[in-house]
């Protein structure tokens, strides 16, 4: 079992920057790939970004990248997301994620197991 709680989201002017942290609990953190989810009003789950259970590679929705960088700290059993250059189009619910399973394109959600309840970022223009 493991619990996620994610925190730092807030309201934000166009291009600005937050950083939005995920903290988890329960099964060994550093032993599995964590990733990044948003859904916009009225719109379905979408990949953000993810990354392996060292850190050492790491992947982006190409509606982020070079914006967004994903990063992890696995002594203190965090995950981190931080966002730059935000613009109102990226105002979402933002959730992390654990892929435990290890089966599954890492950009889909059925591939992930274990998800926190969501952080609201808003970008105003």
């Known amino acids: 079992q493991v619990q996620l709680v994610e925190s730092g989201g807030g309201l934000v002017q166009a291009g600005g920057s937050l950083r939005l942290s995920c903290a988890a609990s329960?099964?060994?953190?550093?032993?599995?790939?964590m990733g990044w989810f948003r859904q916009a009003p009225g719109k379905e789950r979408e990949f953000v970004a993810a990354?392996?259970?060292?850190?050492?590679?790491?992947y982006y929705a190409d509606s982020v990248k070079g914006r967004f960088t994903i990063s992890r700290h696995n002594a203190k059993n965090t995950l981190f997301l931080q966002m730059n250059s935000l613009k109102p189009e990226d105002t979402a619910v933002y959730y992390c994620?654990?892929?435990?399973?290890?089966?599954?394109?890492?950009?889909?959600?059925?591939?992930?197991?274990?998800w926190g309840q969501g952080t609201q970022v808003t970008v105003s223009s």
């Open positions: 994620a654990a892929f435990i399973g290890g089966a599954g394109p890492i950009a889909t959600m059925d591939s992930y197991d274990y």
């Open positions: 329960g099964r060994t953190f550093s032993s599995y790939t």
């Open positions: 990354i392996s259970w060292i850190g050492d590679n790491t």
